[in-house]
Nanobody, 127 residues
């Protein structure tokens, strides 16, 4: 079956950097667009970043643009989220998600439009 396993979350200081990884199995990874979302306590799940199957096109939420970088390695079936200049408001559980490529337009920032989800990894930023 399909599995998405996030890792790399931890407690860091404001201003630090952190890299999250999401290892996929049970699917043809290069056929999937990938996204990262996050959910802070008491808040809705929100879009963070997304990347198309080829890796050539990326998308970011305004709140992370310039600080976070999404990338993927199709040979390793892994998508990454490099986070820098972390802020307290980045504290959340981070989830990766996969959506099979389709001919229809991809609503990359809508969590309900993804096919598979990971269990999440906790990122806590202290000041």
């Amino acid at each position: 079956q399909v599995q998405l396993v996030e890792s790399g979350g931890e407690l860091v200081q404001a201003g630090d950097s952190l890299r999250l990884s999401c290892a996929a199995s049970g699917l043809t990874f290069s056929s999937y667009n990938m996204g990262w979302f996050r959910q802070a306590p008491g808040k809705e799940r929100e879009f963070v970043a997304a990347i198309r199957w080829s890796g050539r096109t990326t998308y970011y939420a305004d709140s992370v643009k310039g600080r976070f970088t999404i990338s993927r390695d199709n040979a390793k079936n892994t998508v990454y989220l490099q986070m820098s200049s972390l802020k307290r408001e980045d504290t959340a559980v981070y989830y990766c998600a996969a959506r099979l490529r389709r001919t229809a337009a991809w609503e990359y920032n809508s969590w309900s439009k993804y096919d598979y989800w990971g269990q999440g990894t906790q990122v806590t930023v202290s000041s």
